[in-house]
Structures are given as C-alpha cells and as structure tokens.
C-alpha cells in the first residue's frame, strides 16, 4: 500500500471502552474500496467504520449495499451512513460522516488506497498521551519524503500549505493531507461551523480548529499516489477554491 516506512509503530495503550470511529467518503471507488475496507479492519484497534457514498455510479454503492447487509453486532460496524443521489464533494460526505461518528476519536480515511491504515496507531499516540488534540499526517516530515507525489502536486500543496500557515499562525508541513485525526471533543466544537463540500474542506477546518487554539500536530506519514489515469480526482479548479477558502476562513468563520 506504500512505498515509503515511517518510523515503527508505538505499543497503544488504549482506555478503557475506547472507540476510534473511521470515516470514509466514497466517489467511484468500485476496485480501491473493497482491499482497503479489509485493511482498515485488520486494524487491531477497537472502531466503528463510516463509510459515506457520493453518488458513485461505477458500482461502489451496490459493494456498500452487500457490505452493510453483512455487518453484524459482533464485529467491527460497518455503516453506509447516506447514499447521495448526486456527487456533492469530499466534504460533503467527510461532514456527513463526522455527524454520525460516536468515537473518542474520529479519522478521515481516503478509499483509494494513497494511505496506509496501519499507522493508526501511531497517528493516535499523541492525541492518547494528552499532548495534542488533532494531529495531521504528513507526507512531507521524515522517511515521508519518499513518496510519489509529482513535482505539480508537491508544489501546489506547499504554496497551500504556505498560504494556510499564513492565515492560521500554524506551521503546517501538509495542511491538505487525508489523514486528519480529531478528538471528538475538538471536532464536535468545529463541527456546526463547517460548510465547504469540496476540497475547500481541509482548509476551512484547518482555519476553525486554529482559531480556537487547539493543538494540531503534525507526524510524519508512509504515501503513494496515484494519478490521474488511476483515478485521482483532485483538479486545478479544487486548488483556486482551496485559495480563496484558505482567505474567507482565515479571515473569519
């Protein structure tokens, strides 16, 4: 699933009743859904999985379809939480998701494969020792470097970055990254506050978890891209509106 290796993962100790909640928007996602839905269950770590459709028409909906027939009590909860007649965005379905998740702590997980489940435990270490309340993956800190982001994506994610960090007072190496985790204490603050349905999401509730000071720490994460051939989504249009949301939001809620 990558091709880089991030630092080994730590020994969790996890409380007692803990409950970390996945939540995975779905566009078209037919052949990547079903090996990462399995990756993320391998996880030894007590969840609830979330996975939200976006209009998918590529047969993504009727895989959910027989997924949420199977789930049982016994086993980690797989909920189909909406089927959108209509593509509406990332962040559309990632809110949609956040609005059902009932875990300690809450993770955005991509379907396509680029992100690798078995850091969660790592990903988790510092929100579980008390020393952050949201931490962010990054693909540019560390062994993450070696990843297959092209030269167009690395520099319009960092002139992103750049600008959010502006606005924010952060120091952010990857402000547009999938892996974003949240005490659900921090998310629920934010959580009414949010409004994009794009890409325009990662900055907006970068800006809305900054202005109320929460610690938002970033550790170094495994990555590999896909392109656009392979399904990549992300276009020149979502980075112009990731700009101005980046200003709208880093000026106000």
């Given amino acids: 699933m990558s ?3 991030p630092p080994d993962n730590p020994e969790l100790t996890l409380p007692e009743g803990f409950k970390l909640s996945v939540v995975i928007p779905a566009y078209n996602e037919a052949d990547t859904l079903p090996p990462l839905l399995e990756a993320v269950q391998a996880v030894p770590i007590p969840k ?3 996975i939200v459709d976006d209009g998918s028409t590529d047969g993504t ?3 959910l379809k027989s997924i949420e027939q199977q789930s049982c009590g016994d086993s980690d909860d797989v909920t189909v939480v909406h089927f959108q007649e209509q593509n509406q965005g990332k962040g559309a379905a990632v809110i949609a998701g956040f609005q059902r998740a009932i875990g300690d702590v809450v993770i955005v997980q991509d379907a396509d494969l680029e992100y690798d489940p078995n850091e969660y435990p790592r990903l988790l270490q510092l929100i579980l020792t008390g020393e952050a309340d949201v931490v962010f993956g990054s693909r540019f800190l560390g062994d993450s470097k070696r990843q297959t982001l092209s030269r167009l994506q690395r520099v319009g994610n960092r002139t992103l970055t750049f600008l959010s960090n502006l606005f924010t007072g952060l120091k952010l190496t990857d402000m547009e990254t999938c892996y974003k985790v949240f005490r659900k204490e921090a998310l629920d603050s934010v959580l009414p506050l949010l409004r994009e349905k794009r890409f325009g999401f990662e900055p907006e509730i970068t800006a809305k978890l900054a202005r ?3 610690r938002i720490v970033e550790i170094p ?3 590999q891209s896909r392109d656009y051939t392979a399904g990549k989504k992300i276009g020149w249009k979502d980075g112009v509106s990731a700009m101005w949301c980046i200003v ?3 000026l106000a809620d």
Avoid: P, Q
């Fill in 248 to 250: 709208r939001y880093g």
């Fill in 212 to 214: 109320r000071k929460f």
């Fill in 221 to 223: 994460i495994s990555y």
């Fill in 61 to 63: 909906r009727e895989f």
């Fill in 3 to 5: 091709d880089s290796t």
């Fill in 48 to 50: 609830e999985i979330i």
